[in-house]
């Protein structure tokens, strides 16, 4: 489950998405370079084997560790795509086809606008449909939902199996769990008849996820005043109520807690203005996460994808260690929120690419000597947590046996 929006303002548009994951599958950011290859090649995704193109575009993918597509993600064209779960009552087809993550690759991969990245999502599910399972440690199966935005044009496409509707997004525009597009779609396939939200959702899984009430939420933050990049993060750091922290969980907040029946948990957040920079947390919990500026080409990113999981297994182990409350904890956040504010502030300012690549640089090892840090202090407190209620601290002490047995955790730690 996610959250994902979008803004223009000014002239500038703005995106921004939050990944909800299991709490212990892994979110990798790396840097894929273009790529040309000889005709006739194919590429395995998650699932399938397809052509492949004579040339891939260069991105920037926020992915599962395990798949091989993205939750979210950009290419050097400045366009932006992010996608979302969808529950309809269309049953899946239970072929192993394209899931949502490997579109959305595809996607980036091979165009240069947003229209056409819809149009070419379109093109694959009907011909390779979409299902196959999109969990880690789970089954969980579902159909998608695309924000698809250039620094021109925004698009939502939605979709029940291999049905669809497009939709141009307005000024102002989140989507979530649930369906958005009722009849008011600029296009569909010969199958949909009147209102998509109508003929199509699965109105209880959708109400279980919450979706409703965090596509309000995110709705209203971002239609506030101020600076617009600021209120994306404020919009991804969002809580349902005071009452949830990192000891009790919300499948209705944006910035998502696990540790109740249904729901999993925000493992990556990132925001940007399309076409000239970004903010990435590469981490869970975004409420105690550090946004860190990228360029367009991200050249700070990993290209290879061990290096990425252990990144995002060192930050995981800040966030477990606060949970199981390390009484330095208050510090570390304090020290970082300052971290994100100074180079917030002059990531906006820069006046090139390359002092912004020197200002992302900075950024990310001032962040890393700061988890080098808390890890130091914190490596001997036992990942154990007597906090929140009875099936709230069963939940996480399962969660944490599972992460240290899964992670090579002492390697991350060195």
């Known amino acids: 489950m996610c959250d994902t929006l979008y803004l223009k303002r000014d002239g500038k548009s703005f995106f921004a998405k939050n990944s909800d994951r299991s709490p212990n599958e892994a979110h990798l950011m790396i840097r894929c370079p273009a790529r040309d290859y000889l005709r006739g090649e194919s590429v395995k995704t998650t699932y399938v084997i397809l052509p492949q193109v004579e040339h891939t575009n260069a991105c920037v993918l926020l992915k599962p560790h395990w798949i091989w597509g993205a939750e979210m993600g950009w290419n050097e064209h400045g366009l932006h795509i992010g996608n979302e779960a969808l529950f309809t009552n269309?049953?899946?087809?239970?072929?192993?086809?394209?899931?949502?993550?490997?579109?959305?690759?595809?996607?980036?991969?091979?165009?240069?606008?947003?229209?056409?990245?819809a149009e070419l999502i379109i093109s694959l599910i009907a011909e390779y449909g979409q299902d196959g399972n999109c969990a880690f440690d789970k089954k969980f199966f579902y159909h998608n939902a695309f924000l698809i935005a250039d620094g021109n044009d925004a698009y939502v496409l939605e979709?029940?199996?291999?049905?669809?509707?497009?939709?141009?997004?307005?000024?102002?525009?989140?989507?979530?769990?649930?369906?958005?597009?009722?009849?008011?779609?600029m296009r569909a396939d010969d199958g949909v008849k009147g209102n998509f939200k109508k003929q199509f959702e699965n109105k209880l899984f959708t109400a279980v996820a919450g979706a409703e009430n965090r596509r309000r939420l995110t709705m209203e933050k971002i239609c506030e005043n101020g600076d617009p990049v600021a209120l994306m993060m404020s919009a991804l750091r969002l809580h349902a109520s005071c009452d949830v922290d990192v000891n009790r969980s919300s499948t209705s907040s944006p910035c998502m807690h696990a540790g109740n029946l249904f729901g999993d948990q925000t493992t990556g957040s990132y925001v940007a203005e399309t076409g000239k920079l970004s903010f990435v947390t590469g981490s869970s919990f975004p409420c105690l996460?550090?946004?860190?500026?990228?360029?367009?080409?991200?050249?700070v990113l990993p290209t290879d994808e061990n290096a990425a999981l252990r990144y995002w297994v060192r930050r995981e182990l800040v966030n477990r260690y606060i949970m199981c409350g390390v009484p330095f904890a208050d510090e570390y956040l304090r020290i970082g929120r300052e971290t994100e504010c100074k180079y917030l502030a002059a990531a906006l300012a820069a006046r090139s690419e390359e002092e912004t690549e020197a200002i992302s640089r900075a950024c990310f090892a001032e962040e890393e000597s700061l988890v080098a840090d808390f890890l130091s202090r914190a490596k001997d407190t036992p990942l154990h947590t007597e906090k929140g209620n009875p099936f709230f601290r069963n939940y996480w002490n399962k969660k944490n046996k599972a992460f240290s047995e899964h992670y090579d955790i002492a390697s991350c730690l060195e």
Do not use: Q
């Open 90 to 117: 269309v049953k899946m087809e239970r072929e192993c086809g394209l899931i949502g993550m490997d579109l959305l690759r595809l996607a980036l991969e091979r165009t240069a606008s947003a229209l056409d990245a």
């Open 289 to 299: 996460s550090v946004f860190k500026p990228l360029t367009t080409k991200a050249e």
């Open 159 to 185: 979709t029940a199996g291999r049905h669809w509707a497009l939709k141009k997004a307005g000024d102002v525009c989140t989507i979530s769990n649930c369906i958005s597009i009722t009849d008011d779609y």
